[in-house]
């Protein structure tokens, strides 16, 4: 099979996955675009899970047919990618604290970013750890009603009592979570 035919049918929405099956592996290009492809099947993200090509494995995470476990597994190096699964909201009905379980540098720069889609701020103020909700509140700029969301959360009294210190209490604490001075 030459690289066009390849190409065709990575793309179409018309592929069955034992076509999709046939064209992983020729390029990064084709399995990226396979990762991307609505017909790909969990077993399919399994094996192009096992990438070691950063895009790849993003764009599985991203896939709506990903398998529970591999969520899990390549959520935590790629979190941002894992907010996108449209599927998430769906897994983390289906299984209680599921984001709970996950921690580490990627993790933890996910929550800090701007791009916490919604469904995760509510989570996290209604479930999240004292870490992970101080993670994301400290971790950008977040808007008044954002903040009134985490002072009823369960961690009410300690979030208050940490957005009521003077900048220097806060930055000394912000950097022993590992928070970095900007420049």
Do not use: C
Request: proline fraction near 5%.
């Amino acid at each position: 099979m030459n690289e066009d035919e390849a190409i065709k049918i990575a793309k179409s929405k018309k592929s069955t996955p034992e076509e999709l099956k046939k064209v992983i592996g020729i390029s990064g290009e084709l399995d990226r675009i396979v990762a991307k492809n609505p017909n790909t099947t969990a077993q399919l993200l399994d094996e192009l899970g096992m990438s070691l090509d950063e895009k790849i494995v993003a764009a599985v995470t991203e896939h709506p047919n990903i398998s529970t476990e591999l969520l899990e597994r390549l959520g935590a190096f790629h979190p941002l990618s894992m907010f996108r699964n449209p599927a998430l909201p769906t897994i983390m009905a289906s299984t209680e604290n599921f984001l709970r379980g996950f921690y580490g540098d990627e993790f933890d720069a996910a929550l800090k970013s701007k791009k916490v889609p919604d469904f995760v701020v509510d989570w996290l103020a209604a479930q999240g750890s004292f870490e992970h909700q101080a993670m994301y509140l400290f971790g950008s700029s977040r808007t008044p009603a954002v903040v009134a969301k985490f002072r009823n959360s369960k961690h009410a009294k300690v979030v208050g009592q940490i957005l009521q210190r003077d900048e220097d209490t806060y930055l000394a604490w912000a950097q022993d979570l590992g928070f970095q001075m900007p420049a």
